[in-house]
């Protein structure tokens, strides 16, 4: 159904959604009704899903849990293929396992935001890497290089980590062969990556690799800083999005515009150079937000392991779904000293990790912009456990 034909969808779009779920599901009405994306402020993937959805179903958010009820199930049997290239059968179904019952994949179901559809691909990104890295010719790497580039149209954060790829190369391989694979990586990207910068060029009349930012480098900079966790009242995000990212009061600059973001990252710039201690010490706790939580968006009334105030607004069983999977990543940090003689085979893995902790650390981040990786910290954690089990077998022999 494209422009100019008749639709039958209601133009007021469900008032249960909140937070980015309405802008999705408005991309995705646009679809339907022929405007394809003239608006800057999403990548195309995950309204696509979407609207295909839809398309099928009709016009209901409610057909769209259920599709992705489906879809988010895939990253089990990903997680073991995952684990299998590191660890023995038993161990991998501990590592699925784990992904099967954590509570914040589950509730990604629930939303109409890019993390169901970002985890499969992640997922999916990862092993293409390391199979071109176990068997490198320039079909894998194409096909890794492919794989990165549709990850990045669901959500763009990791258009930079090409730059760890040539660092993961064996050092055995021949320089020339290394430019060769990583330009076979690099053009693959740029293949599928080039039909939607073309389109962003035609509609905006300037050069946009994926999407605008939407302010992300101004949510990390000092400027934000002093806002969410010094100025008082402490605010959460979502009241300093109604107030200083509100175009109505902040003289006109929307954040989801090209000039609107382009103006806060130079608020940020100036920021951060202003005070770039402040930054760097914003950054180190961005860095332990990432895993654990950010106060100002992921924990209620600025509570970070507070029990007494989580009390306050979760019973006991919430309490440790929360605690438990604000930890895995401390898990998976023990784990890597139990594999620490093993930490080259897992190198991929790490810095894959180290990127996106890195990224969000330098910008923004929210506990949720972590959890499409949990499936890596399983696997870490499930090889560990079973290579404890393998030492403990032979002590007791």
């Not at 784990?335 to 990127?355: D, K, T």
Request: net charge positive.
């Amino acid at each position: 159904m494209w422009r100019g034909a008749p639709t039958k969808l209601s133009p007021i779009p469900p008032a249960r959604l909140t937070g980015d779920e309405p802008g999705y599901e408005r991309f995705a009405y646009d679809l339907l009704n022929g405007h394809f994306f003239e608006r800057p402020g999403r990548t195309p993937v995950y309204p696509f899903f979407v609207a295909g959805c839809y398309a099928i179903f009709g016009r209901s958010p409610a057909s769209v849990v259920y599709v992705q009820a489906f879809l988010g199930a895939t990253i089990i049997p990903l997680t073991f293929i995952l684990a299998r290239r590191f660890t023995g059968a038993q161990s991998s179904l501990v590592a699925a396992g784990l992904i099967a019952i954590d509570p914040s994949l589950i509730f990604h179901v629930r939303r109409l935001q890019t993390e169901i559809l970002y985890k499969p691909l992640i997922l999916l990104t990862v092993l293409g890497l390391l199979w071109a890295l176990e068997q490198p010719q320039w079909q894998n790497f194409s096909l890794a290089g492919a794989l990165l580039a549709i990850t990045n149209l669901c959500r763009p954060t990791g258009m930079l980590l090409p730059a760890i790829v040539p660092l993961l190369m064996s050092r055995q391989w021949h320089f020339k062969r290394k430019i060769a694979l990583f330009i076979a990586y690099l053009v693959a990207i740029i293949i599928i990556t080039a039909p939607w910068t073309y389109h962003n060029y035609r509609t905006h009349k300037t050069f946009l690799l994926d999407s605008v930012s939407t302010a992300l480098l101004w949510q990390g900079s000092p400027e934000f800083y002093h806002l969410a966790y010094e100025k008082l009242p402490k605010r959460h995000t979502v009241q300093i999005w109604q107030e200083e990212l509100n175009p109505d009061r902040n003289g006109g600059h929307n954040a989801f515009t090209i000039e609107g973001d382009r103006y806060f990252t130079k608020r940020a710039i100036a920021s951060i150079l202003r005070e770039p201690a402040v930054y760097l010490w914003y950054c180190l706790q961005k860095a332990v937000f990432f895993g654990l939580g950010n106060p100002v968006s992921d924990w209620p009334d600025h509570a970070m392991f507070n029990v007494e105030v989580m009390w306050r607004f979760f019973s006991l069983q919430q309490i440790v779904c929360i605690l438990a999977v604000r930890i895995l990543p401390v898990i998976a940090a023990w784990s890597m000293i139990v594999l620490r003689h093993r930490w080259r085979e897992f190198l991929p893995l790490l810095a894959v990790c180290g990127y996106f902790t890195l990224f969000h650390a330098l910008t923004y981040t929210e506990v949720r912009h972590s959890e499409p990786l949990h499936p890596i910290l399983a696997v870490v954690i499930a090889t560990a456990a079973g290579e404890l089990q393998r030492r403990l077998k032979l002590i007791s022999q």
